[in-house]
């Protein structure tokens, strides 16, 4: 498996976006202003992150998602490796993620990966979406916000 950013020639992989995100404006506004990265088995894509520089000094992961057949695989962690290593090779102090409260498999792999829950932005997709849906039964309402300090603040 190979990690690449994504060049103006390759297809959005909207599915893997859409699997981790929406609605598509939304989706789009991140995507035009951060990177992409493609995680590629055999030529096709199979997993997809996009990563940005939020404020100064901090960059979040917007968006990342592997297809259902590869997950398991070590495809995540893998994304989570590249963007960590890109964070701090850019001098960021923070890495940031957030996550739907009823999003209970990526809190736990957030976790598992060293993020730490640092707050909880209410009613999150309930704005955005104009209702709360159910994930697992669960109403998905707020935003799960972590990070990763990276380096202390000097």
């Known amino acids: 498996m ?10 959005v992989p909207w599915t893997l976006l859409f699997d981790a995100d929406g609605p598509r404006a939304e989706v789009e506004k991140y995507l035009a202003r951060g990177e ?13 992150m996009v990563l940005m520089e939020t404020r100064a000094d901090i960059w979040e992961i ?22 960590k290593a890109l964070a701090t090779q850019r001098g960021a102090q923070r890495l940031e993620v957030g996550t739907g409260n009823s999003s209970l498999r990526e809190l736990a792999f957030y976790q ?14 309930v704005r955005r ?24 603040a000097s």
């Open 62 to 83: 917007m968006n990342v998602a592997v297809a259902d057949a590869c997950k398991g695989q070590g495809i995540g962690t893998a994304m989570l490796k590249k963007a």
């Open 2 to 11: 190979k990690i690449r950013r994504a060049t103006p020639a390759d297809a």
């Open 129 to 152: 979406w104009g209702k709360a849906t159910k994930q697992g039964g669960i109403p998905l309402r707020d935003m799960i916000r972590m990070e990763m300090v990276l380096k202390a």
């Open 112 to 125: 598992r990966f060293g993020f730490r829950i640092v707050g909880v932005d209410f009613d999150f997709f």
């Open 36 to 48: 992409q990265w493609l995680a590629e088995q055999a030529g096709e894509v199979v997993g997809q």
